[in-house]
């Protein structure tokens, strides 16, 4: 018999916010996190902006040596300050208790970037024998699942999921079935991502994946509108506590929501191009429902994948018509937190999912901002400009990523 998983904490490092609840706040107030990027010099890039976390110490947020700081890429210490957000807010001392029930399972889609960068210039420029002992443990994709389990002493599950911007969502599913099947009790979980790095920007650039309205960032990011032109790079991490529903209760936790769905699937098409039926994101979204045992008709808000790309908003149009029918024009609420913290790759399902659960708490379904123009493509309900209060008792939450992954999470109020 499966068991209930619930969710108790939540942390998040964006541009907009490196606390959850000014984060959500801003959420709230359709701000957008984008801007010009000034970690590194982009004089020679064509595109010089992007949801950059600016001023970011993590001895500021975690009582953390600043020695041990150093050892970790950037994408390490947003995941460690996120999940220290979520453990605190989650009241779990892991100290007590058996601790290889308690598991770590984060997504990243491409690790530490800049640590590769970092190490090759010093290959090149000074020699092999210069280049740093830590350059390894720091760049592997497992590095945040690794240090957050050494940080709290997790003994149990721990894994890591690549599956480029549907990692987070990925992890958070399979640590959610890891604690359904009794193989945990809790698990720290979510997404974090460094890729705003010279070789990052320049390398979706080249892609032409990126919006090129240098002129205005923060209305680059505009999914499901006819003037969108590509996504925006960006950073950071959404980490969540999951626990086991008894195992939560027993111990007085606050329960935020409960998670009673996850689908997977592949497009099986192109490596970077969705399926412009969204085939696959409808067989995701699907499933996720099937294993909630819900109909189409209990989601009341949809936070999508949403990423701001002419071909993508559209497939997931497609992929949502498909699935839910004559629901997804007369009744079902659909937005894009992209459109204010731009694209956070591989840890933008968990940051969506944070947003998720403080959206059932509330019940309040954030905005979709400039949205100006709506793509006569793009017919939904994609809640404009303003958050919109309203019943939310089921929320899906989608990411898709290049690879053809896509993987959709269904969050239920408690």
């Not at 359709?30 to 010099?41: A, H, L, N």
């Not at 192109?270 to 696959?280: F, I, N, Y």
């Not at 958050?387 to 898709?400: L, P, W, Y």
Request: proline residues 4%; charged residues 20%; negative net charge.
């Amino acid at each position: 018999m499966r068991k209930r998983v619930v969710v108790t904490g939540t942390g998040v490092v964006t541009s907009l916010a490196t606390e959850v609840n000014e984060f959500w706040d801003s959420i709230c107030a359709s701000k957008s996190g984008i801007g010009p990027i000034e970690r590194f010099d982009t004089s020679e890039f064509k595109i010089n902006f992007g949801g950059e976390v600016k001023n970011f110490n993590p001895t500021e947020h975690m009582s953390i040596p600043a020695k041990e700081v150093r050892r970790l890429d950037r994408f390490v210490q947003f995941g460690m300050v996120a999940a220290n957000q979520a453990v605190t807010q989650s009241g779990l001392d892991f100290t007590k208790g058996d601790a290889c029930r308690y598991g770590v399972l984060v997504g990243s889609g491409v690790g530490g970037l800049q640590e590769i960068e970092t190490q090759h210039n010093t290959l090149y420029d000074r020699g092999p024998r210069k280049l740093s002992p830590f350059m390894i443990p720091k760049m592997m994709v497992n590095a945040c699942s690794g240090n957050i389990s050494v940080h709290w002493g997790l003994k149990g599950p721990n894994s890591a999921v690549a599956t480029a911007c549907a990692s987070a969502n990925n992890a958070i599913g399979d640590a959610f079935r890891l604690i359904q099947f009794g193989m945990a009790d809790t698990m720290v979980t979510g997404g974090a991502e460094a890729a705003v790095t010279a070789m990052g920007l320049g390398g979706f650039a080249r892609m032409n994946a990126l919006s090129n309205r240098v002129d205005n960032p923060q209305a680059a990011s505009r999914p499901f509108d006819s003037g969108r032109d590509g996504f925006v790079l960006s950073e950071g991490a959404g980490i969540v506590i999951l626990e086991e529903y008894e195992f939560a209760k027993n111990r007085g936790a606050n329960i935020l929501a409960e998670i009673v769905g996850y689908g997977m699937s592949a497009d099986a098409s192109h490596m970077t191009a969705p399926d412009p039926l969204g085939r696959g994101a409808a067989h995701a979204m699907t499933m996720a429902l099937r294993d909630a045992d819900l109909a189409p008709e209990d989601i009341d808000y949809i936070n999508a994948h949403g990423t701001s790309t002419p071909l993508g908003d559209k497939a997931e149009t497609n992929a949502v018509k498909s699935v839910y029918g004559e629901y997804a024009r007369n009744g079902l609420a659909v937005s894009s937190t992209k459109s204010q913290v731009g694209h956070l790759l591989g840890a933008s399902g968990g940051v969506e999912f944070v947003v998720s659960t403080f959206a059932l708490q509330n019940q309040v379904a954030p905005p979709t901002i400039n949205l100006d123009d709506p793509d006569p493509d793009c017919d939904l309900d994609y809640i404009p400009h303003e958050a919109r209060q309203m019943k939310i008792d089921c929320i899906m939450s989608n990411s898709f990523g290049f690879g053809g992954h896509n993987a959709s999470l269904v969050l239920k109020r408690i």
